[in-house]
């Protein structure tokens, strides 16, 4: 779940000093530190900053067969058929990675349930433009014409909110 | 555009300068590394329509090495236009006339032929030997890693370097030697 | 009310051929000089214009891939590991961001790239896979995992 994610704050430590200093995992020796506390220390350092919230979260969520990296106000497109109607308000659940300016929480392949949530509302539905299929061979009396519009859902993503509680045990599985 | 923002704005799509030795490189295989920084390629927001291509000094382009018998069999296609004005170069005629020439059609040649080409080969500056203008060599912040390195030659190691050195074995002493 | 057509319907020679041809000149408009005003001419045009935009709608799709793979390769590159092999390592970990959410963090999420960057070339490095199309002539940063534990997520099965 998290598994991935945490070894960003190192980096990010390290040129910044502060009250988080003391956090810094680089600056004792890698190989006397034992490996649990390190993990412990990057997870909590984590939570804070996520209970802080200083900064915007943005996440890549898997919806109908794409990925898309979103935010906080994003509109979506999705094209092709989709049951969900005008003023529904859902939770996008695949979130396949989810990170904010200093920590990226990385799925595999998604994050645990529960951890990451992206609601999102349904603003509209409708057709999109019209797009011709021509097709044309030259000497050949060949020529057919065809329209076709695809369904379009336009989504408004209402909040990208990660959660305080990055080592928790799952409470579900997929 | 807060002020910020516009600093920011300058600060992504400033050029950077980078320096090639072109001493014993092979031309062609190098032209698609320069060709890299020149269009900017190296960068995650590269677009073939944004202009974020960086400079290339390239230095030392009178010491390319071609592969084969390339100097003698390689020829430079040229025609004036006019009936009859068709005429071809051979590498080494080509390399003695200008020590830039052949770097820069191998560049020129391994992007594509677009409105762009000629304004991202601006971008590129060759001198035949290691002397680079100062107000040119001031400007560069990064060097091109080479795509071989420059291998040393027996007649520049010193003599008593080489007498030193082990030998398997010693020439009989009625070897002719051509 | 105003009817606008009706001149048109009187105007018209054979059955349709003014509706017909009118059709072709609505979508020659924006053309210039003799490929809006000449029927024979802007039917051609017209035509050529309808298949390049049927053809294009599949080329823009490759396009879209041709320019992530660029962007891919680029940020790989600063972080001294091939995008084949970056590919390989975050399939083998189990991280399937597609081409699109990869050049997309190459650009805007520089940092979380670069971890994915690391986690992959972490995960080669225990199961000891060799890239041959690697030159091995590095020219980016690596970033240090050492103080993070990983290796025991990285190593477990599937």
């Known amino acids: 779940m998290i598994r991935a994610g945490l070894q960003r704050l190192a980096s990010v430590f390290n040129n910044q000093g502060g009250i988080l200093s003391r956090l810094i995992t680089q600056n004792a020796p890698a190989q006397h530190q034992p490996i649990a506390d390190t993990t412990k220390d990057v997870i909590t350092t984590c939570n804070k900053l996520i209970e802080e919230k200083s900064h915007r979260n943005f996440a890549i969520i898997h919806l109908l067969g794409k990925q898309w990296r979103v935010t906080d106000g994003d509109l979506l497109v999705v094209e092709g058929y989709w049951p969900p109607n005008i003023g529904d308000k859902i939770t996008l659940d695949k979130v396949l990675l989810a990170a904010s300016k200093d920590f990226s929480l990385i799925g595999r392949p998604l994050v645990q349930p529960g951890l990451v949530t992206v609601t999102a509302t349904i603003i509209s539905k409708g057709l999109s433009h019209t797009r011709t299929h021509f097709k044309k061979k030259r000497r050949k009396q060949f020529m057919r014409i065809n329209f076709q519009k695809a369904q379009q859902t336009i989504l408004r993503i209402n909040n990208v909110d990660i959660k305080n509680n990055i080592n928790d045990a799952p409470k579900n599985v997929f | 555009m807060s002020a910020a923002k516009r600093v920011q704005q300058w600060a992504t799509f400033a050029r950077t300068w980078h320096i090639f030795d072109c001493k014993w490189q092979d031309p062609y295989l190098s032209a698609n590394v320069i060709k890299k920084y020149l269009m900017g390629m190296h960068k995650p927001i590269y677009h073939p329509m944004n202009d974020c291509g960086d400079v290339v000094v390239c230095i030392n382009s009178r010491d390319i090495a071609l592969r084969g018998d390339d100097w003698r069999q390689r020829a430079y296609f040229h025609h004036t236009g006019y009936p009859g004005g068709a005429s071809w170069t051979l590498a080494w005629e080509v390399h003695n006339k200008d020590p830039t020439m052949i770097i820069k059609k191998a560049v020129y040649r391994s992007m594509k032929g677009n409105l762009q080409r000629r304004h991202t080969m601006q971008r590129m500056l060759i001198y035949p030997g290691e002397e680079v203008p100062e107000d040119i060599m001031q400007n560069v912040t990064n060097q091109i890693r080479q795509l071989r390195p420059v291998p040393t030659r027996l007649d520049h190691i010193p003599e008593d370097e080489v007498k030193k050195y082990p030998k398997v074995m010693e020439y009989p002493e009625d070897y002719v030697l051509k | ?158």
């Open chain 3, 1 to 158: 009310m105003v009817f606008l057509t009706i001149a048109n319907l009187i105007r018209c020679r054979g059955p349709d051929e003014f509706w017909r041809k009118r059709k072709i000149f609505r979508l020659a408009a924006h053309y210039i000089g003799r490929r809006r005003n000449c029927y024979s001419v802007a039917v051609r045009n017209v035509h050529h214009a309808l298949v390049y935009a049927t053809k294009a709608r599949r080329l823009k799709k490759q396009d879209m891939k041709d320019l992530w793979d660029t962007r891919i390769s680029a940020a790989c590159e600063q972080h001294n590991i091939t995008a084949f092999s970056m590919r390989e390592g975050l399939e083998r970990s189990n991280i399937l961001l597609d081409r699109k959410s990869l050049s997309d963090l190459a650009a805007w999420e520089p940092k979380t790239f670069q971890c994915l960057a690391a986690v992959a070339s972490r995960k080669l490095h225990l199961d000891g896979f060799i890239d041959g199309t690697d030159q091995k002539a590095p020219t980016g940063k690596n970033l240090n995992l050492d103080n993070v534990i990983l290796d025991d997520w990285l190593k477990e099965k599937k």
